[in-house]
């Protein structure tokens, strides 16, 4: 497995905690750790995340346009 960080790679390693132990993933690169909870709480956040862009277009605007309006507003804000 590729870590989502760097690209390095994941090895499973049991982790100890306070809460007590558990089954992860550390990056032999960069240290970076990924477990059950972290990605579920990325899942829901990214979910947030992506019903809250879809609220800012009402329901019939075209995907097309949903797509474009983020740079257009960054094309915009780079002239002012």
Not at 34 to 55: F, G, P, Y
């Amino acid at each position: 497995m590729k870590c989502p960080r760097c690209a390095g790679l994941l090895i499973q390693e049991e982790i100890q905690e306070h809460s007590g132990r558990f089954h992860g993933w550390r990056c032999i690169q960069c240290g970076f750790r990924l477990d059950q909870t972290i990605a579920q709480h990325r899942l829901v956040a990214q979910a947030e995340e992506d019903s809250s862009k879809s609220e800012d277009f009402p329901a019939n605007c075209s995907d097309n346009l949903r797509s474009e309006a983020p740079s257009r507003l960054k094309r915009q804000a780079g002239r002012a």
